[in-house]
């Protein structure tokens, strides 16, 4: 298992990685509330925002707000890619002791940071949010339907990959860098489903992965399309499946 990350005073203590698509109403908020989080803290961070492809004036947003910002950088992709792909890129571009990637829409506050390196500092590789185990808060709770599709989710994906987890969707996770920069790599689904790819990794490399409760609050803009994105996170779930079983996931063997 990689060690814990070693101190480099020339490295960012947090890397904040947030993907972005079509984002130009929400991301200068954001932008706003992640820069006073490390300024209040005096932080050594960066905020990479990964412009997917958008194409609204996202990038135009970002590129403002990190004028005034120096722990702030625009990473753009060339075409509209998927989430899991902006992270990735956000993980390749990124130099932080630790790694947490976060919503655009802000969700999970970027409070809840100090619970999730909490875990990590008790020894855990990968710390994720749950809005699901005891000690989590709803704010303001999903509709029922998406409930229903979460559910069925969770049951499919502990049959075929992760038992014993809960909530593997809450886009608020955080690495210790070195294990995110070693994780990310052998990822390529795109998808939403890119969340359970990387915990699967993480599992089969024999990483510790901790689940960890937040507070949390439904936004009714999310970009997930209940029907269409269903039925992609569940393909991408039957593929995952495959590739473990294949070990496609598990770690390279030294030479």
């Known amino acids: 298992m990689p060690a814990a990350p070693a ?37 050594r961070a960066e905020i990479l925002v990964v412009d997917d492809g958008s194409r609204d004036r996202t990038a135009e947003v970002v590129a403002a707000h990190a004028a005034d910002a120096p722990c702030a950088r625009l990473v753009r992709q060339p075409r509209n890619m998927g989430k899991g792909a902006a992270v990735r890129r956000g993980v390749a571009e990124s130099r932080g ?19 999730l390196r909490d875990a990590l500092d008790r020894g855990a590789h990968v710390a994720i949010a749950s809005r699901e ?34 909530d593997t969707q809450c886009g608020f996770k955080g690495f210790r860098g070195d294990v ?32 960890v409760p937040v507070a949390w609050t439904d936004d009714p803009a999310s970009r997930v399309r209940v029907v269409r994105d269903s039925l992609g996170m569940f393909r991408d779930l039957v593929r995952i499946g495959w590739r473990m079983r294949r070990g496609r996931y598990d770690a390279p063997k030294a030479p």
């Open 180 to 211: 995110a920069r070693a994780v990310f790599p052998a990822s390529s689904i795109d998808g939403f489903c890119f969340d359970v790819e990387i915990l699967a990794i993480a599992i089969r490399r024999g990483l510790t992965v901790v689940e």
């Open 133 to 166: 185990i005891a000690g989590a808060k709803r704010i303001v709770p999903q509709p029922w339907y998406r409930r229903a599709m979460g559910w069925w989710f969770m049951t499919l994906r502990g049959a075929l990959i992760a038992p014993g987890f809960i």
């Open 7 to 43: 101190a480099d005073d020339a490295a960012p203590e947090l890397s904040i990685i947030v993907p972005a698509y079509n984002e130009e109403a929400r991301i200068g908020r954001a932008m706003a509330e992640l820069g006073a989080f490390v300024r209040d803290r005096g932080l």
């Open 97 to 115: 002791r630790w790694v947490l990637f976060t919503d655009a829409d802000q969700s999970t506050p970027i409070a809840e940071w100090d619970r």
